[in-house]
């Protein structure tokens, strides 16, 4: 008698078992993988993007640190259709050689409205955007005595010998001393032998990352440095006496622009992540904590904020955007003149 029972049981226990899922079986929480910086950047980008994504969407974001060139070297190695992030947010230098073989998607307006609400200027090709500019410019501390800087033809004044800094984007001439050549010394600006003269005449010490200039600003190993404004006013919120000048010849770009890969599996997701980027709420966040100016027209920040930043189409309208286009193409070239010269 006890044996059928038993039987009964293990059949009732199958039968269960095909009508309910195990629990290894239940469905997982979607994972975006996307690029930030480290440090209080990454801090911000939790706090006010991440956090409220993750709740929203019932979703997992994981943030691989590091720099631009770094990410797009690893999306180059893996190929489009198995890219190892699904948003890829950095500077604009590297990325057009990837944008032209095809590894990003078409933005996608209607997973990520807010596009509507941006400045035509940070729209880049039909798939990428700049999320945030800083403008740069230069950046010196108050405590040790110097004049204060007004054009980029003052970086080269001898009182300043010694004293400063440079950074250069991707190993290449970079986008400082670029500007600087076609704006000071009337040469071209592809004149690549008039970039190179003018920071050998520098003598400066030279970083490719701006969080290890405002290291060095902070350490007081430079005293005056190429470098944007939002780093410059961070410093400063931070007790770090510096202040920073906008040059009379104009000021070039940083911007931070951002796209879904191809190849993602969940780019509808990703484009709701860079909704949300562009969100005002997210937007005044990185604005109040780090000094990032939104690309978001709407926005509406504290005066106290908004006086340091771009803000109105009369400030963006005086942005210097260059076209990275042709600087991709002539960067090994470059690259190969900067080793040999300047290392």
Do not use: C
Not at 254 to 280: C, E, F, N
């Amino acid at each position: 008698m006890k044996r059928p029972l038993l039987a009964a049981v293990v059949l009732w226990a199958l039968a269960a078992s095909t009508q309910y899922p195990p629990p290894a079986a239940i469905a997982q929480p979607k994972t975006l993988v996307v690029t930030g910086y480290g440090g209080r950047r990454s801090e911000v980008m939790k706090k006010a993007l991440v956090e409220p994504f993750e709740k929203k969407y019932d979703a997992r974001v994981d943030i691989v640190t590091g720099i631009t060139t770094e990410w797009v070297a690893k999306l180059m190695a893996a190929g489009p259709d198995n890219p190892p992030f699904d948003v890829v947010m950095g500077n604009e230098p590297p990325f057009p050689i990837p944008r032209e073989r095809g590894f990003f998607d078409k933005r996608n307006v209607a997973a990520a409205p807010n596009i509507k609400n941006v400045y035509e200027k940070a729209l880049i090709g039909d798939t990428s955007l700049a999320i945030f500019w800083a403008r740069i410019g230069l950046a010196y501390r108050t405590d040790m005595g110097l004049k204060r800087p007004a054009s980029w033809k003052d970086f080269w004044d001898s009182s300043y010998d010694g004293k400063r800094g440079i950074y250069v984007i991707g190993n290449t001439l970079g986008i400082n001393f670029l500007f600087m050549a076609d704006k000071i010394f009337g040469k071209d600006y592809f004149d690549v032998d008039a970039g190179i003269a003018a920071i050998k005449r520098l003598n400066a010490k030279m970083v490719d990352f701006t969080g290890t200039m405002e290291k060095h600003l902070e350490s007081k190993e430079v005293s005056i440095a190429v470098l944007h404004d939002g780093s410059t006013y961070d410093l400063a919120k931070r007790g770090i006496p510096v202040d920073w000048v906008a040059p009379s010849e104009g000021v070039p770009i940083l911007d931070q622009v951002i796209q879904v890969t191809r190849g993602s599996k969940h780019r509808d997701l990703a484009w709701k992540l860079i909704d949300m980027y562009l969100s005002p709420e997210v937007q005044t966040a990185f604005a109040t904590e780090l000094f990032f100016s939104p690309t978001n027209k709407t926005v509406k920040l504290p005066p106290d904020v908004a006086k340091k930043l771009i803000q109105g189409p009369t400030d963006v309208e005086r942005l210097v955007l260059f076209d990275w286009n042709q600087v991709a193409r002539q960067r090994p070239q470059w690259t190969e003149r900067w080793n040999k010269e300047l290392r």
